[in-house]
Nanobody, 123 residues
Framework: QVHVMEFGGGLVQAGDSLRIHCTAFGSTFTINEMGWYRQPPEQRRQLVATITSGGITNYADSVKGRFTISGDNAKKTIYLQMNTLTPDDTAVYFC?????????????????WGQGMQVTVSS
């Protein structure tokens, strides 16, 4: 199976920047897309940004111009550079990876989530 793990969360002040990253682990797997989602207090999980293995990105309107997602295919890692953070960015941030695992003759799809990590922006 494929597992993902998030790194780099914490407490920052409004206006600060923070870079978080996520790495996928497993054996014999490919990645089609990885992304970041977040769940603010008492709200549903929502899209932040995604990136395909080909480098195509997608952002939520609320983070466009402030957040930048990037990836390193060799390291199976994605990064999220978050600038000009506001208290509204406070949430548990989750990493997601989608792709296939197993043999080339019998690839199976996976859709893996990390455990999530807290990012808190104080005013």
């Amino acid at each position: 199976q494929v597992h993902v793990m998030e790194f780099g969360g914490g407490l920052v002040q409004a206006g600060d920047s923070l870079r978080i990253h996520c790495t996928a682990f497993g054996s014999t797997f490919t990645i089609n897309e990885m992304g970041w989602y977040r769940q603010p207090p008492e709200q549903r999980r929502q899209l932040v940004a995604t990136i395909t293995s080909g480098g195509i990105t997608n952002y939520a309107d609320s983070v466009k111009g402030r957040f930048t997602i990037s990836g390193d295919n060799a390291k199976k890692t994605i990064y999220l550079q978050m600038n000009t953070l506001t208290p509204d960015d406070t949430a548990v941030y989750f990493c997601n990876a989608k792709g296939t695992y197993g043999s080339d003759d019998y690839p199976r799809p996976y859709d893996s989530w990390g455990q999530g990590m807290q990012v808190t922006v104080s005013s």
